[in-house]
């Protein structure tokens, strides 16, 4: 299993950036895809969360205003954040975990995989 963030980078507030996570997952499995995101002296927080059936979780901080989406066939997930704010400066994380059927939520313990971070700055 692989994650690789891409996309980051230094904009002002209220524009927009999206990142991508190339997915090289195990195809016998399902997962719930989930993006985080650690602020500068924070800790790491849940931003958004995808399972197999669409179904997903967006922290109160970021909704209206981010989009997580996934491409299955391009192998990639997507956090489309737009009217970005300087409180969303952090390091942003794709993640990956085992979808058991249940709703999948924007907790970091449920997920096993990670990429390395793209950071973000507004």
């Known amino acids: 299993v692989q994650l690789v963030e891409s996309g980051g980078g230094s904009v002002h507030s209220g524009e927009s950036l999206r990142l991508s996570c190339a997915l090289r997952?195990?195809?016998?499995?399902?997962?719930?895809l989930g993006w985080f995101r650690q602020p500068p002296g924070q800790d790491r927080e849940g931003v958004a969360s995808i399972g197999t059936h669409a179904g997903g979780s967006y922290a109160s901080s970021v909704k209206g205003r981010f989009t997580i989406s996934r491409d299955l066939a391009k192998k990639t997930l997507y956090l489309q954040m737009d009217s970005l704010k300087p409180e969303d400066t952090a390091m942003y994380y794709c993640?990956?975990?085992?979808?058991?059927?249940?709703?999948?939520?924007?907790?970091?313990?449920?997920?096993?995989?990670w990429g390395q971070g793209t950071q973000v700055t507004v």
């Open positions: 997952l195990n195809p016998g499995s399902r997962y719930c």
């Open positions: 993640a990956a975990g085992i979808d058991d059927g249940s709703w999948c939520t924007i907790a970091a313990y449920e997920y096993r995989h």
